[in-house]
């Protein structure tokens, strides 16, 4: 599956609708992000595609409310929550480089964009960049330069709790997924709150750069919830015979999120594609390689897990 990653258009002008014909052409879900740089609506508008949408939890309830509303009505298949961001974790090189939206120019900006003149050239002929699903509204969308560590620690609600599982569940009927869950006890309990599945991540390393890498978790959370909760495996996903251990570890998928965006900045839609093709050909040369005919014959014993 392919992450929810904010404003894509970053990498490339086609952004998100990118993203989501190439997941769409391969038959994969696609999670579009709150802080999506093209809206609920535009990716849902893309034929053929599973979209998820991916929600944060804003202070005001009414605006997740009426994107969760939004997603329903495009007949997105999923929710993903992700309960890891109750702050922004200190991203160094964001820092450094001062980053924040509209994207603002520095001389580290002008020497990358000298040294990149397709990715300058295409990014000064493209409409503004801005957070689409709230384009307009109080809460700000980009449109005035903000640090994304403000925006995030001012918009969204760090009280988080397992009360608004709940409430998810009962302002969405169709299945939800817990993203960011680190723990086998957290894995516990996100099954006894009914949810379908839980992607174990640590946000691609973005949030707590020590925390436990997802595919170490997945074994001892599969022991922990049996078939109660699915478990997809999200972080450092590179090549298909990582998908092909996360699964044999017990995920029922794997979710990738900087392969495709490296994809989509080098060559815009035609790389996601390609990245999309080197991961499904991995794997199949992997389950190849392994004996394996099917994903249900993947499985512990043909690792060694350290
Ligand atoms: C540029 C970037 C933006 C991201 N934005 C979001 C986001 O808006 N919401 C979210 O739940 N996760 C976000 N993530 C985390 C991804 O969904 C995913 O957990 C992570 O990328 C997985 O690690 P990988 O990049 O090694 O595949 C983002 C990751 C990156 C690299």
């Not at 890891?84 to 480089?97: F, H, M, S, W, Y």
């Not at 020497?111 to 699903?133: C, K, Y």
């Not at 330069?145 to 009927?173: C, G, H, K, M, T």
Request: hydrophobic share 45%; net charge negative; with cysteine.
């Amino acid at each position: 599956m392919l992450a929810p990653t904010g404003f894509t258009r970053i990498a490339h002008p086609a952004g998100e609708l990118a993203v989501a014909r190439a997941a769409a052409r391969h038959g994969i879900p696609y999670a579009l992000s709150t802080l999506g740089t093209r809206s609920i609506e535009e990716v849902g508008a893309v034929d053929g595609g599973r979209h998820w949408f991916q929600v944060y939890f804003w202070r005001d309830r009414g605006l997740v409310r009426e994107m969760i509303e939004r997603a329903a009505a495009c007949e997105y298949e999923a929710l993903v929550l992700t309960v890891d961001t109750a702050v922004l974790g200190r991203r160094e090189r964001d820092v450094r480089r001062g980053f924040a939206l509209p994207p603002t120019l520095g001389p580290g900006t002008l020497l990358d964009g000298a040294i990149h003149p397709g990715w300058t050239w295409a990014f000064l002929r493209s409409e503004p960049i801005r957070f689409a699903n709230v384009a307009g509204r109080s809460v700000g969308d980009g449109a005035d330069p903000v640090a994304l560590s403000e925006y995030v620690n001012a918009q969204f609600d760090p009280d988080l709790s397992w009360a608004d599982v709940e409430w998810i569940r009962s302002v969405w009927d169709g299945p939800i997924v817990l993203k960011g869950i680190q723990t086998e006890a957290d894995a516990v309990l996100a099954a006894d709150a009914g949810v379908e599945a839980v992607a174990l991540s640590n946000h691609g390393g973005r949030q707590l750069d020590g925390a436990r890498p997802p595919v170490a978790l997945v074994a001892p959370v599969a022991d922990a919830v049996g078939d109660r909760v699915e478990i997809i495996c999200d972080g450092g996903i590179r090549r298909g015979s990582d998908v092909v251990k996360a699964v044999a570890l017990g995920a029922r998928a794997a979710m990738a999120g900087r392969a495709y965006l490296y994809g989509l900045g080098a060559a815009g839609e035609r790389g996601v594609d390609h990245v999309l093709d080197l991961l499904a050909s991995d794997v199949r040369r992997t389950m190849a390689l392994l004996g394996a005919r099917t994903c249900g014959e993947l499985d512990r014993s043909l690792l060694l897990v350290p």
